[in-house]
């Protein structure tokens, strides 16, 4: 999958894109990502890129003629075909299912705003879709771009191994993640849950199916909502509220603190 970015601060994203799990899937040949500073697109002496905003008020605001002039010239004969999507707070709300509709792209090209926002008519006539990361105010789009950019290249095959692709599976069915444990078995006297330890596969299975519906009730009721849930899962959760695990769920938090409390105490910290 090939992206173009647009930005004026190439150099904070390169280090991320070229780092672990993303610079792998680059080398590999599964992922391209090309950074394209804005500034080169100007024509002016001073490489201006941006000006006071008409009818006064503060701030500044990107100019529309380097952007324009930069995606045009790398996308060429694509435009039209490749969506361009600018990285906005105004913008639709970014989430699993968008990642999933645009690693199935062969590509896409992202342009990334900064100072009080970019030209209206870059938002009316260049780009053909516009994408928020959440509903707070960044200084720039180059975090939201990365945030786009590694939510998606994960979702290309072949992109995470075997291992990491199986939890993948989760986040994608609208539901939160079981807890997760690795050794030792026992860290200050805190023991890892037994039926882990078991070896016992479907048993396994079944406790983090479990785990994974009960967080998501707490946490994100919301997502469930959209989750279609089996006629299997909807018994569990029925079976988990008459049994007021759910509730018991704030007391757990508690007797963790308090065992924490007590750990520091007896350890002088
Ligand atoms: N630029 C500034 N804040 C942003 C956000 N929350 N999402 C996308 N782009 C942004």
């Not at 789009?141 to 994960?154: C, F, N, S, W």
Request: hydrophobic residues 35%; glycine residues 8%.
């Amino acid at each position: 999958m090939r992206m173009d970015v647009f930005t004026l601060l190439p150099e904070v994203m390169e280090t991320y894109l070229h780092t672990s799990i993303l610079g792998r899937a680059q080398t590999a040949g599964l992922l391209d990502v090309k950074l394209h500073n804005i500034r080169d697109y100007t024509t002016d002496r001073h490489r201006t890129t941006d000006d006071e905003p008409f009818g006064g008020g503060g701030g500044m605001v990107m100019k529309p003629e380097p952007i324009f002039a930069a995606v045009e010239t790398i996308l060429g004969s694509g435009l039209g075909e490749v969506p361009v999507i600018l990285l906005t707070p105004q913008g639709r709300l970014f989430s699993q299912k968008v990642a999933m509709e645009l690693s199935q792209l062969p590509r896409l090209a992202l342009i990334c705003g900064r100072y009080e926002g970019v030209d209206e008519r870059i938002r009316q006539y260049l780009a053909t879709d516009e994408l928020s990361i959440g509903d707070y105010v960044l200084t720039g789009g180059e975090i939201p771009a990365l945030t786009v950019i590694d939510a998606v290249a994960r979702l290309i095959p072949g992109v995470l191994g075997d291992s990491e692709a199986m939890n993948k599976d989760s986040h994608t069915k609208g539901l939160l993640e079981h807890p997760h444990y690795t050794r030792p078995s026992n860290f200050r006297g805190w023991e890892v849950p037994e039926v882990l330890l078991s070896g016992d596969h479907g048993r396994i299975d079944a406790w983090r199916h479990q785990q994974s519906l009960k967080r998501t009730i707490i946490r994100r009721p919301d997502l469930l909502r959209e989750a279609h849930l089996s006629e299997h899962d909807q018994a569990i959760i029925a079976k988990m509220i008459e049994d007021k695990e759910v509730r018991l769920e704030d007391e757990e938090k508690k007797k963790e603190k308090v065992k924490s409390k007590k750990w520091k105490m007896e350890n002088g910290k």
